[in-house]
């Protein structure tokens, strides 16, 4: 399951369907979909070639998709993703890797690493993609970009190969806020959360997954925030805190399995190193794993339903700027869950903003909400700018 067949890296499928362009408020902005999302009359690949060769073109956009264009996007390509969104370091065995335009030589990031790498290089202004673990946010901090994983269910999954449907947030790229606030106001549906903010949450805890050169570099930032909002540097949990990394990872397997196992029991496809030793480890997940991942998820749950109300959570976005191309990563994925995980599992917005640079790399600055506080979350941003 882990062997891999060569291919060259391609960014886009080469021929995009005809689409008359619609008037509204995204007219004339180039989007880039990633290639989980349906696109009417295009293969939906999923990063995966035996995905693609056994999965005939879709018939109809996905419903962000359509949304994006209705409001007057303009379709500029589909972008290659990391294999069935099952990875979050932007990496694919089978079409290799996308330069970082602002980080050449080191990685993208996250499974939407494609969409981040051409919003990030110019070639489209604004970037959809899909955030389970992280897959918006990473790529946006370690591309200099600002990313959203809105609040769960709040934009529509329909027409999107799913990783873990508990999990699973389509999500926006950009390079300017001002259009990610526009963007955002034509995929997000019900569910504002207008209690108002009092206050910003870092905690150590969630920081100290951090390398001090991204603490300090972030600091200046945490400082801005501080000017309008008070800060408390408490914990955020005691010593009993919640193991959500487990939960993340038991029910994205089982959800994986439950969704896509009966087609690789039938097509036996190829995944590369990482994604293969996940989907196996998918294959054996039991009931009752699941139901004690269920448990420290819903102590998150509990957790983030008291201290976010009235309040934001501020952290790094990913605990070190964007590894160089070959490196090894496997370090890397569990103090990046400790950072992610959190929104992931509680099913929040969070809001990866340009923060800061280190060695010349750019980091990220996550602002994280209660459900339904997206639209708060981008107005906060605005201090950042």
């Known amino acids: 399951m882990t062997d891999v067949i060569a291919a060259p890296y ?34 939906t690949g999923a990063g995966n070639p035996t995905w693609l060769a056994t999965h005939a073109p ?34 694919n065995a089978h079409y290799g890797s996308p330069e970082n335009p ?18 990030a290089s ?6 959809l993609g899909t955030d389970t673990g992280g897959s918006v946010r990473i790529p946006a901090g370690w591309c200099g970009l600002y990313g959203l994983r809105p609040s769960h269910a709040r934009v529509s999954r329909d027409g999107v190969v799913a990783l873990c449907g508990s999990f699973d947030a389509p999500g926006l790229l950009t390079a300017d806020l001002g259009l990610l606030r526009t963007a955002a106001g034509v995929l997000l549906r019900g569910g504002v959360d207008s209690t108002p903010v009092r206050g910003l949450l870092a905690p150590p805890d969630l920081w100290e997954l951090a390398g001090p050169e ?44 439950q969704e896509h196992g009966d ?52 952290i790094p976005t990913a605990p070190q700027p964007a590894p160089l191309r070959g490196a090894d990563t496997a370090p890397l994925r569990a103090p990046i869950l400790g950072l992610t995980g959190i929104a992931s599992v509680a099913g929040l917005p969070a809001l990866s903003v340009p923060g800061a640079r280190v060695g010349g790399l750019p980091v990220g600055l996550c602002l994280v909400g209660a459900p339904g506080t997206d639209e708060y979350l981008l107005e906060l941003a605005e201090v950042l700018r």
Do not use: C
């Open 10 to 43: 391609v960014p886009w499928l080469p021929t995009m369907p005809y689409r008359p362009e619609a008037d509204g408020p995204l007219s004339g902005i180039r989007l880039a979909v990633k290639d989980l999302f349906d696109v009417d009359g295009l293969p």
């Open 58 to 91: 879709a018939t109809r956009d996905a419903a962000a998709v359509a949304a994006l264009l209705s409001a007057g996007a303009r379709l500029a390509g589909k972008t290659h993703t990391d294999e069935m969104a099952y990875s979050l370091f932007g990496t």
């Open 102 to 119: 602002a980080a050449p030589g080191h990685l993208t990031g996250g499974s939407s690493n494609g969409t981040a790498a051409a919003v």
């Open 122 to 127: 110019g070639s489209a202004e604004l970037g």
């Open 214 to 257: 991204v603490r300090a570099a972030l600091a200046p930032a945490v400082d801005r925030l501080r000017a309008v909002l008070p800060v408390d540097g408490k914990p955020l949990f005691d010593a009993a805190a919640p193991d959500y990394r487990f939960g993340y990872a038991v029910r994205t397997g089982w959800e994986f399995w």
């Open 263 to 314: 087609w690789v029991r039938a097509e036996n496809p190829v995944f590369g190193p990482g994604v293969g030793e996940r989907v196996q480890v998918a294959s054996t997940r039991t009931a009752e794993q699941l139901a004690a991942a269920d448990e420290q998820i819903r102590a998150v749950r509990d957790t983030m339903a008291r201290v976010l109300t009235g309040a934001v959570l501020v």
